[in-house]
């Protein structure tokens, strides 16, 4: 038995010492280094989204190479690189995979950190986030679905216009990297032959900056500790020198401006409602014979962002949202609507592993990035391997968002225009396999993001059509599985999705960079 | 000579639920073989929890139920080493709210259980015991689901070491324990934690546990003891106001509650066992309150029947 007590005991070590090995890497920090395989030099012409030309906002001529602020600023590359500590190294390693992609990550991570509703008053009211007090309590924002879809394209809209202008002026002033101007610099991340001035990376980030502070206040401290990590990641990579950094962060900062000018006037910040509304958005429900939605949280929550289908989106305008809002589900006292019930029945009583399973992987609930979020997490694991310039990976992000948020504009707007009850609140046994979202059920959300996406993706990269089709079905599909929609909901939402998705396909088609 | 095992069941009420099954065997060992099985049926419910260190009800919750019944069996190799194997089917749901409950079996349990020092001690016995423990998920349920999901599909190896000490017929045992957890998948790619994480691993921290009991036993066939257990999570993240509960959220849960074990009369080597629980500190966990009873048949094989 002595034995028995040794092998226990190393049983006991062993498993301590393999603990510590559990740490799981995320994928997002395994992407190699960006290497474009096109330079598309001249996206300078491209068409801008809210400039009115690529050289609206001026830039000033860089320093004289021969200058010598210039040369100071040579030596400053020499003295990063003359002793690169671990943590700079890391942060080479992270921003050297694409400046617009870890953008676009640092925004998912705040809609995932945001996405919490706000808990009731003690009164059973509940309180609403105000941007100009973000930290107290509510925080602001509830980066739920529509505000993300929405925060999603400012930031790559506003990314693409500024690197449009930055790749105009790198066109303009041709300025050579500084390890051309001098060789004991050392460019330590691959890097295009093109120019240096503005640097480009600087001015997507001064962008980023800008709109992510405007879309999430309360994390300036950490969204500007990201900013100098950008910034100096170029010159630490002997990419750039201070000053083509600076001016690149002014150019996205001034171009990003534009972008929370219209942000501020696009109507989304009125999407809450007022009680008035919400009460007029039942009567006109029971008006037409209906049964109107009813919150199935307990205290019942308003519902979520009501006029936000009122917003200005960017490839359809408000009379063409209207136009294009989809024919009634069925009426809640029709056999067709009993019909379809029963079928969310069937899926709400005999769930099996496999539609769980499809049901949780695109839920994109509470506390995750939404399913915009998701679909920038698809595009951009696909967009790493495909090798593009930052300017056309902010081009295509902002193709796809402009696309989704299009998308929930049209779905919120049809979701309040008809009020349709959920699946749960018609049937008390329709229980659901993931958490209920606190608004009405036609279309699917899930379905008219899924639809746009998917269709402007085909296009972007057409390889993997028929894999962000099924993604999209899938999605789709996942909401009738988890009992939160009927058929008509995610059928209509994709058809409207898909049209939404064309939109931008048309834009793409024109807009240079094809 | 032979004693008779007394086994008392502990169903972990992590978060809302029972995260793992774990069978918390007390001192006595069980005779060389001489075998033991039985069924507990146990009821574990809470309606308010703590959201990370805030207390809360949550009405979209309403009363978190958990109803179990589980087959255990032990069996005396020799008596000094024991081996114990339990699997429950489990049943959760929530009384308010539209999420569909959950059911299934949940874990596999096998426990070594070796008592390598018995003495006598002046007027008492005292003796030393180390268990192994390796649990694994019997089927594939879905985890990442709390507070309905039946389990964590974490497979655990656990170490613990006890110390008992008799004097008369009143006792005292005492026992601390280290849970190894490895990761788990869930069904998404990626999740957020107090980190975005693109992966469909998460790491399980690791559980660290302790238990105290006092009582009376006579002749191991008549056991009432009270018990104090503290498990702790060593890591993890907490819940933040309003967040639903995740895997590897930073639980930790404090309870006392009271044990018996009586022979049922004119059935020889038959017991009926019952435990409640009740919990008294806790952080992303319920409150929950657990009562548990079974019947268990102890059998011992003759050495001709071998």
């Known amino acids: 038995m002595k034995s028995f007590k040794n092998i226990f005991i190393a049983a006991i070590l062993s498993l301590i010492i393999y603990s510590c090995s559990k740490e799981v890497v995320s994928d997002h920090l395994k992407y190699q280094a960006l290497n474009p395989s096109k330079i598309d030099s001249g996206a300078g012409n491209w068409k801008t989204i809210l400039l009115t030309k690529p050289d609206e906002f001026a830039v000033a001529t860089p320093l004289a190479i021969s200058s010598a602020d210039y040369k100071l600023e040579l030596l400053e590359i020499k003295s990063w690189q003359e002793d690169i500590s671990k943590h700079e190294q890391a942060i080479m390693d992270y921003w050297s995979a694409g400046v617009v992609l870890r953008w676009n990550e640092i925004m998912r991570e705040l809609v995932a950190k945001y996405n919490l509703p706000p808990y009731q008053n003690s009164d059973g009211t509940y309180p609403i986030p105000n941007a100009g007090n973000p930290l107290a309590y509510p925080f602001f924002p509830f980066a739920n679905p529509p505000y993300a879809a929405r925060a999603y394209a400012y930031l790559s809209t506003a990314q693409y216009d500024a690197l449009v202008a930055a790749y105009h002026y790198k066109a303009l002033y041709k300025r050579p990297r500084p390890s051309v101007n001098d060789p004991s610099i050392k460019l330590l991340i691959p890097a295009t032959k093109d120019f240096a001035y503005p640097c480009e990376e600087a001015v997507a980030a001064g962008a980023s900056a800008a709109i992510l502070t405007l879309m999430f206040p309360g994390e300036q401290d950490f969204i500007q500790e990201k900013l100098t990590e950008c910034k100096n990641y170029r010159i630490i990579a002997g990419a750039n020198t201070r000053s083509e950094v600076e001016a690149g962060e002014d150019l996205g900062k001034t171009v990003a401006s534009k972008f929370i000018g219209r942000a501020r006037t696009d109507r989304a910040g009125k999407a809450v409602g007022t009680p008035t509304d919400w009460a007029n958005l039942v009567a006109s429900a029971v008006n037409r014979g209906e049964t109107p939605w009813i919150s199935q949280e307990s205290p019942a929550r308003p519902p979520m962002l009501p006029l936000f289908g009122k917003t200005m989106g960017f490839l359809l305008d408000t009379t063409e949202v209207v136009q294009g809002r989809p024919a009634p589900p069925p009426s809640t006292n029709s056999d067709a609507f009993k019909k379809e019930l029963e079928e969310v029945l069937f899926y709400s009583q005999n769930p099996t592993r496999e539609r769980m399973k499809i049901v949780h992987f695109w839920s994109d609930g509470v506390a995750t990035y939404t399913p915009p979020g998701h679909w920038n997490a698809i595009a951009c694991d696909d967009f790493v391997s495909l090798n593009f310039s930052e300017v056309r990976w902010a081009r295509n992000l902002a193709l796809l968002n402009m696309s989704m948020f299009d998308a929930a504009i049209c779905c919120w707007d049809a979701k309040y225009f008809y009020f349709n009850p959920r699946p749960s609140q018609m049937h008390p046994d329709c229980k659901t396999l993931t958490g209920l979202p606190n608004f009405p059920a036609f279309t699917s959300g899930h379905s008219t993001f899924s639809g746009a996406a998917a269709t402007i993706l085909a296009h972007i990269n057409p390889n993997q059509a028929s894999e962000y089709e099924n993604m999209a079905k899938e999605a789709s599909i996942s909401r009738l599985y988890g009992a939160l929609h009927y058929r008509s909901d995610i059928e209509v939402g994709m058809t409207m999705g898909n049209a939404i998705g064309q939109k931008a396909i048309d834009r793409a088609r024109i807009d240079g960079a094809e | ?306």
Not at chain 2, 38 to 49: A, E, Q
């Open chain 2, 1 to 306: 000579m032979s004693k008779i095992q007394n086994i008392f069941l502990y169903i972990f009420g992590l978060f809302a639920t029972t995260v793992s099954a774990q069978t918390d065997v007390d001192a006595i060992m069980m005779a060389k073989r001489n075998l033991c099985g039985g069924f507990l049926v146990g009821t574990n419910s809470w309606s308010n929890y703590w959201e990370g260190k805030n207390y809360r009800n949550n009405e979209n919750i309403g009363v978190l139920k958990s109803n179990s019944i589980m087959a255990m069996v032990n069996y005396g190799i020799t008596d000094k080493l024991n081996v114990i194997a339990s699997a429950p089917y489990i049943s959760n749901s929530a009384s308010k709210g539209t999420l569909r409950g959950q059911e299934g079996f949940q874990d596999l349990s096998l426990t070594v259980k070796y008592e390598f020092l018995s003495k006598k001690f002046r007027n008492s016995y005292i003796s030393l015991l180390a268990f192994g423990n390796f649990s694994t998920p019997l089927t594939d349920y879905v985890a990442d689901y709390l507070p309905l999901a039946i389990g964590n599909q974490s497979n655990t190896l656990s170490g613990k070491l006890m110390a008992d000490i008799q004097r008369g017929r009143w006792f005292a045992t005492a026992s601390a324990g280290y849970t190894y957890r490895n990761n788990v998948t869930i069904d998404r790619d990626a999740y957020y934690t107090t980190e975005m994480i693109y992966s469909n691993e998460v790491r399980m921290p690791n559980l660290m546990g302790f238990n105290a009991r006092i009582g009376y036993r006579k002749d191991a066939d008549l056991i009432v003891e009270a018990v104090f257990d503290q498990m702790n999570t060593l890591g993890g993240f907490d819940m933040r106001k309003n967040e639903m509960p995740f895997l590897s959220n930073n639980m930790d849960m404090g309870r006392i509650g009271l044990n018996f074990k009586l022979p049922i009369p004119k059935v020889n080597g038959l017991s009926l066992l019952g435990n409640t629980m009740y919990t008294i500190s806790g952080r992303n966990v319920g409150r929950s309150t657990l009562f548990m009873t079974g019947l268990v048949y102890q059998v011992e094989f003759s050495k001709k029947s071998k």
